[in-house]
């Protein structure tokens, strides 16, 4: 059964840094590009950024474009999130899953940006 835990997030004032992880367990995987994604109060589940098996390729949504870096290390089976230069609009929960959001959603990990 593939579960996937985040973790790392806190309450930290604007302008600030958190370092998300997420284990995975369940599957292979450096067979998997990996996501993390977020959800804000009252709003949907977005794209926050996505890497390769490899770790090769990387893609970012605008927002967080140039402040937040995704990273793995497979033989960990950890995904990364660095998030620097925080703002209040980045306070979410942020989960982690599969690019193809394949399995099942974890708890998340709450990040609240104050300003």
């Known amino acids: 059964q593939v579960q996937l835990v985040e973790s790392g997030g806190g309450l930290v004032q604007a302008g600030g840094s958190l370092r998300l992880s997420c284990a995975a367990s369940?599957?292979?995987?450096?067979?998997?590009?990996m996501g993390w994604y977020r959800q804000a109060p009252g709003k949907g589940r977005e794209f926050v950024a996505s890497?390769?098996?490899?770790?090769?390729?990387?893609n970012y949504a605008d927002s967080v474009k140039g402040r937040f870096t995704i990273s793995r290390d497979n033989p960990k089976n950890t995904l990364y999130l660095q998030m620097n230069s925080l703002k209040p609009e980045d306070t979410a929960i942020y989960y982690c899953?599969?690019?193809?959001?394949?399995?099942?959603w974890g708890q998340g990990t709450q990040v609240t940006v104050s300003s």
């Open positions: 899953n599969t690019i193809s959001q394949s399995a099942r």
């Open positions: 369940g599957l292979t995987f450096r067979d998997y590009g």
């Open positions: 890497i390769n098996w490899s770790g090769t390729a990387r």
